[in-house]
């Protein structure tokens, strides 16, 4: 990799959002670069996934292979493999497993970094087998390995059925799927007929999902969390309980089941490392559980320069996700001058609607499944809380005792300093702080972000530092 470079665009991100994005720019000959750091472009939902959808499930348009190969055919560059680790000013700093790091100067910089699972915390959630949705998904992707024989899929919203849908037509053995919510809040959901449509998101809806479960045999307990996994060496058994509407799991109702692996769908966070590394504004999103990139309706971040589409920007579903791509692919040309304002306008307007629509879908699927305040509260003391840095619950409450600054409980346990740089215990130490402080955890300072936001090794970082 060259150890600097100027485009006029880059993108981070090959998913939905960012390969639509691509395409938007590409359209008027704006000059783009999009890296994504797995090895191939798709994000998510990649390409072996959507060959076993589409045949099972039906047929989709804008499949992420076809528009993988839409990019080539477009002349955008696409570098896979390859972390943005840093971003400073318009500067986006890459990692190549062979060619090193380099830096990228944009004039403008779109992140479609997505979404990561929103972390839970139970005593076992360690153990080998209990894994996010993105995980299971990617055990597809990177070696065709199909999931344990008795799966749990645990999780709440539709999140949990397209999760469960999506890994039941790839194969796994779904012993089970446990829906937080009871089942009366989902009458508004199902009724409606955007859900119950594949047209709206063209990849199944939450109806489309569930109604596959059903035809597939899978049992559904509805109004069930999971509070813990035993097991010696990997999960043997799941321990689940019927919860009351804050999700305070009942009284002496636990019940252990024998399961293989267990799949956690309880919603996906915004992946904000890099906007937040990049100084953009954020907010809180009580729905997402999650910090939210503060943006204009061009998907404009609070710097200039810097745009956030798709996943990232709190849009849930891959087709809002390709629809906001596609926004701030024009908003790019738009500021680089390939389209006029009025052009630009006139592309921005049916997209701008279809994804005032999607909004509405999504803030009607958070109000018919609101997350309960219990789900943050399943750790015991001596839960690993810090699974990178192997920092117990029972530690964190000590350090919060001395400073009730989640960076000060940062600093004192080193919990967050791994590898995921606080991806998995940055909500939990929040709400630890909030619930010994009396707090609202909305009003608590995040972690602050550090560079690298992606691990990479000491050796490159080292070399380009200081090169020969
Ligand atoms: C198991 C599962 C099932 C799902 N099922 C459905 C479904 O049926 N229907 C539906 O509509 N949606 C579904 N979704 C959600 C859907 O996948 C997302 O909404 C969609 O992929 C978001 O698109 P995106 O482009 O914003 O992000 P993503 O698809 O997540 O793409 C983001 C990309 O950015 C890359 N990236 C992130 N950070 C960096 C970095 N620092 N450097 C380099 N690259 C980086 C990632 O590798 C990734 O490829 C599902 C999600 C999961 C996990």
Known sequence: MKARDVRELVIVGGGPAGIAAALEARRVGVETLLVDERPGSGGQLGEPIHAWRSERIGGDDAAPGRLSA????????????????????????????????????????????????RPVIFPGWTLDGVV???????????????????????????????????????????????????????????????????????????????AYLHRERIPVRWGYLIVGATGSERVEHAVIAPVDSAWHPLPD?????????????YGEVPASALSRLAGCAHVWDPELGGEVPRRDEWLRTTVPGVLVAGGAGGATGAVAAFAEGRLAGI????????????????????????????????????????????????????????????????????????????????????????????????????????????????ALPTFTPRPPVRPIPLGALARYARPS
């Open 70 to 117: 839409a990019l080539g055919k477009r002349g955008a560059e696409v570098r896979t493999d390859t972390v943005a680790w840093g971003i400073w000013d318009r500067e986006v700093v890459l990692w190549h497993p062979e060619g090193g790091i380099g830096v990228v100067e944009a004039r403008q910089i779109i992140l479609a970094t997505g979404a990561h699972d």
């Open 132 to 210: 996010g949705a993105n995980d299971a998904l990617s055990r597809f992707r990177s070696d065709g390995r199909r999931p344990e024989r008795r799966t749990l899929v645990a999780g709440s919203g539709s999140h949990v059925f397209k999760v469960a849908a999506n890994l039941v037509a790839a194969g796994a053995s779904v012993a089970m799927v446990l829906q937080t919510l009871p089942s009366r809040n989902t009458a508004n959901l199902l009724g409606r007929p955007e859900a119950a449509t594949d047209d709206v998101d063209r990849l199944p809806g939450c109806a489309t999902a569930l």
């Open 253 to 265: 109702a636990e019940e252990a089941i024998d399961v293989d692996a267990v799949c956690l769908a």
């Open 331 to 442: 908003a790019a040309a738009l500021a680089g001058g390939q389209l006029g304002r009025a052009e630009a306008e006139r592309r921005a307007a049916p997209i701008r609607r279809r994804l005032r629509a999607f909004r509405q879908l999504q803030s009607a699927d958070a109000a018919a499944f609101p997350v309960g305040p219990g789900i943050d509260e399943l750790a015991t003391p001596d839960t690993i809380i810090c699974r990178c840095e192997k920092v117990t619950a029972a530690a964190i409450q000590a350090a919060v005792d001395e400073s009730d600054d989640p960076n000060t409980v940062k600093a004192l346990t080193r919990a967050g300093m791994g590898r995921c740089q606080g991806r998995n215990c940055a909500r939990p130490i929040a709400a630890i702080v909030a619930r010994r402080t009396g707090r609202s955890i909305d």
